[in-house]
């Protein structure tokens, strides 16, 4: 079983930053891709960022030049690095991690509880 924990989430401003992580724990032996996809209220939910192991991020349009995607694969964490918040980031931020192997196979994909992030204007 894998478990996704995500923290870093809250209130901020429009212009500040926030930095979320999120911790994959288990029997893990490595992890494919981990990113992020949040859902607004009312909105579908849309994947913001995602890097696979040994690449460099990829983002979504809104959030290119603001956000950053990185990972630690000895720790089987990845972090999402948001600046320049605006109060359209407003949503929901969702931990994933897809290809994961462990000691009891290999899991497609896993998903955290979320945590909320909100910019206010």
């Known amino acids: 079983q894998v478990r996704l924990m995500e923290s870093g989430g809250g209130l901020v401003q429009a212009g500040g930053s926030l930095r979320l992580s999120c911790a994959a724990s288990?029997?893990?032996?490595?992890?494919?891709?981990m990113g992020w996809y949040r859902q607004a209220p009312g909105k579908q939910r849309e994947l913001v960022a995602t890097?696979?192991?040994?690449?460099?991020?990829n983002y979504v349009d809104s959030v290119k030049g603001r956000f950053i995607i990185s990972r630690d694969n000895a720790k089987n964490t990845v972090y999402l690095q948001m600046n320049s918040l605006k109060p359209e980031d407003t949503a929901v931020y969702y931990c994933?991690?897809?290809?994961?192997?462990?000691?009891?196979?290999?899991?497609?994909?896993?998903w955290g509880q979320g945590t909320q992030v909100t910019v206010s204007s």
């Open positions: 994933y991690a897809s290809g994961v192997v462990t000691v009891g196979g290999v899991i497609q994909s896993a």
């Open positions: 890097i696979i192991r040994g690449g460099s991020g």
């Open positions: 288990g029997s893990i032996f490595s992890l494919n891709a």
